[in-house]
């Protein structure tokens, strides 16, 4: 069965320094958002993305956030200058449609941690 | 705001017993999905309902999406520590399609 795959799976990291946190998005899918889990919250919306733009974003999604997809393949979420409460684990969805019908397929996260 | 609300927080039963999950709001949703989340991994999409008053069946898992599409719930029979997990509900909210969650059911199965 088709995954999303997401690395890395753990990675820690300095307040204030950059991450870039990399998904492989289901190849026939077009539709791609980022997720994130603070520990023992909820899952929150972060961004979608179609067409190499950004379609939709949160008000967590600030200017230290950012998306790419510099390729056929990779779809990546970037922050600038990592804070104490960035701290969470992120997930990487797509879908091959607009509605949510058919719903999401999630990968396995990376968890973040912000020293 | 559309909120979801799950309940119980925390289920624990022994294996054969039958438990259900409650996923309810104030608001309309167009749809609502019902995942699995295993410790350290990503949700998992166990089921989709659209229709008010739908029942759809996985095997030993029955969810239903109430008629006024504001609330479902995932009964499970026969439970099995098989399906000790958290289960979230989702659903789209009123305007794109960037997810609602609730904040999730954790079944722990005891055998």
């Known amino acids: 069965e088709p995954e999303v795959t997401q690395t890395p799976s753990h990675q820690v990291t300095q307040m204030g320094q950059e991450v870039i946190l990399r998904c492989v998005p289901i190849s026939n899918h077009l539709y791609f958002y980022w997720y994130r889990q603070i520990l023992g919250q909820k899952v929150e919306f972060l961004v979608s993305?179609?067409?190499?733009?950004?379609?939709?974003k949160s008000e967590i999604f600030d200017d230290q956030f950012s998306v790419e997809r510099p390729d056929g393949s990779n779809f990546t979420l970037k922050i600038r200058s990592t804070k104490l409460e960035d701290s969470a684990m992120y997930f990487c969805?797509?879908?091959?449609?607009?509605?949510?019908?058919?719903?999401?397929?999630f990968g396995s996260g990376t968890r973040l941690t912000v020293v | 705001t559309q909120l979801l609300e799950q309940s119980p927080q925390f289920l624990s039963i022994q294996e054969g017993e039958n438990l259900t999950v409650y996923c309810n709001s104030s608001s309309v949703f167009s749809s609502l999905q019902w995942y699995r989340q295993e410790p350290g991994e990503g949700p998992v999409l166990l089921v989709t309902v659209v229709t008010g008053g739908e029942v759809k069946k996985l095997k030993r898992l029955t969810f239903q999406f109430g008629d006024a599409r504001k609330d479902s719930s995932l009964h499970i029979t026969a439970a099995q520590p098989g399906d000790t997990g958290l289960y979230l509900c989702?659903?789209?909210?009123?305007?794109?399609?960037?997810?609602?969650f609730g904040g999730g059911t954790r079944v722990l199965v005891k055998p």
């Open positions: 989702a659903g789209p909210k009123a305007a794109g399609n960037k997810l609602t």
């Open positions: 993305f179609y067409n190499n733009e950004i379609s939709e």
């Open positions: 969805a797509s879908s091959n449609r607009m509605t949510v019908l058919l719903g999401y397929t």
